[in-house]
């Protein structure tokens, strides 16, 4: 009968695990194809951008007085001072990585996205060691070899290469190695945080042992821990520090087009309003599917369902979108690939080795993450909660 328990608890946790790696997939994937369908006709991709901030926000807002309605447990309270030295750092970097990454669908395929977005390990990597949140060793300069070759291989000859769009989402890359500094930086400060309310059942407590993407662990008091308090707070300065930016390049164009502004046919304009809040819900649903699936399995289980979700991106895009990619771009996004997972691998390995928590070094391993998320799940077997980095999804 024992036996008979675990082989039911086993096949529960896999089709568990399945179930939210699939829906993490799901949104993940469909916001990419989603980006890249509405920019073919609507050329506004940084309004689209702010749209969505706008629709994250909302939904962040509300899910904050739902909890706390139900649970009568203040959320965390930022100090005016804290807010504007500590998260707009932060908020300005994601406002940027995000909105480039947007810009580029204009010019580039999903294909070239995907590769190039991947190359961000690279400036991660740079700025913890310049920050000294890692130490140079060996395999780290393996890791980077594997994913400049990759991704130079992915770029050689390419048929389908825009050096315009190429340019904006390697900005984007390099803008989010400065944002996962600047984010990990935010949530280390064990002061940020007056109050933290939990979400659900597993709230995060005040001082605790977690894992990152990376598998990396860490023991710090509460900051901005929970996913809707860290998106409640870093939209409405995004959307402040994506402005500038969108009134000069798109403003003047934007209020001209008969699809927003000046729009003639209301039919039109519901549907374009439609597919943009269409959008926003994604990238909400996004970071909550990440969420999900870190807080229910392990950190290590998102950072190997990141690796396979490109390879699924890439096969779509050939297979959806037409997207041409010859033998020497695989063999390149292969070898980019294998850079990503030794430096995966070579994290969790050190934090197993480590046999307890140390403090914060290393970055995490998925670029493409749009929001900084962190979660906890306290397990049966080994009572041990874990902790990962995000960003607002890639759009």
């Known amino acids: 009968m024992g036996r008979w328990a675990l082989d039911l608890a086993f096949i ?19 916001i990419t194809f989603y980006n890249k369908w509405l920019t073919k006709s609507f050329h506004f991709p940084l309004f689209m951008t702010m749209l969505h901030l706008a629709v994250i926000f ?34 300005l970097a994601t406002a940027l990585d995000v909105g480039l990454s947007n810009w580029s669908f204009l010019y580039i395929t999903v294909s070239l996205y995907t590769m190039t977005k991947s190359s961000a390990v690279l400036f991660i990597l740079i700025f913890s060691l310049i920050f000294k949140l890692e130490e140079l060793r060996a395999a780290l300069v393996l890791v980077v070899l594997l994913i400049a070759g990759g991704l130079f291989m992915f770029t050689y000859k390419s048929t389908q290469f825009n050096v315009e769009g190429f340019a904006l989402v390697l900005g984007a890359s ?4 400065i944002r ?25 407590e005040a001082v605790q042992e977690q894992a990152r993407p990376d598998g990396a662990s860490v023991s710090h008091a509460a900051g901005l821990q929970n996913p809707i308090d860290t998106m409640f707070h870093l939209q409405p300065l995004m959307f402040l520090g994506l402005f500038p930016l969108f009134a000069v390049f798109e403003g003047l164009h934007l209020s001209t087009s008969e699809k927003i502004f000046r729009f003639q046919d209301t039919g039109l304009l519901l549907r374009v309003l439609g597919s943009l809040f269409l959008g926003g819900i994604l990238a909400f649903g996004l ?35 037409g997207d041409q990619i010859s033998l020497l771009n695989w063999l390149g996004f292969a ?22 928590p140390k403090p914060l070094k290393g970055l995490g391993s998925n670029p493409d993450l749009e929001l ?15 902790e990962y980095f995000v960003a607002q999804g890639q759009q």
């Open 58 to 91: 909302l939904f962040s807002a509300l899910s904050r007085a739902l909890v706390q309605c139900s649970s009568h447990r203040a959320r965390v309270v930022l100090s005016w001072t804290d807010y504007l030295r500590r998260v707009a750092p932060t908020a």
């Open 12 to 30: 529960w946790k896999a089709v568990l695990t399945l179930g939210l790696v699939l829906l993490y997939y799901c949104f993940s994937i469909g």
């Open 372 to 386: 900084l998320l962190q979660s906890s799940q306290q397990e049966d077997q080994d009572n041990e909660e874990e």
């Open 180 to 204: 996962w500094t600047l984010t990990q930086m935010l949530l280390q400060k064990a002061e940020l945080g007056e109050h933290m309310g939990g979400l659900g059942s597993g709230s995060v």
């Open 174 to 177: 390099f803008i989010g190695g």
């Open 287 to 321: 970071g909550f599917s990440e969420f999900l699936l870190v807080s229910r399995t392990s950190s290590l289980t998102l950072s190997i369902a990141g690796i396979f979700k490109e390879v699924c991106t890439l096969l779509l895009a050939a297979h959806l979108l």
């Open 335 to 356: 070898l980019c690939l294998s850079g990503i997972s030794l430096h995966v691998a070579l994290k969790a390995l050190r934090s197993r080795g480590d046999g307890g």
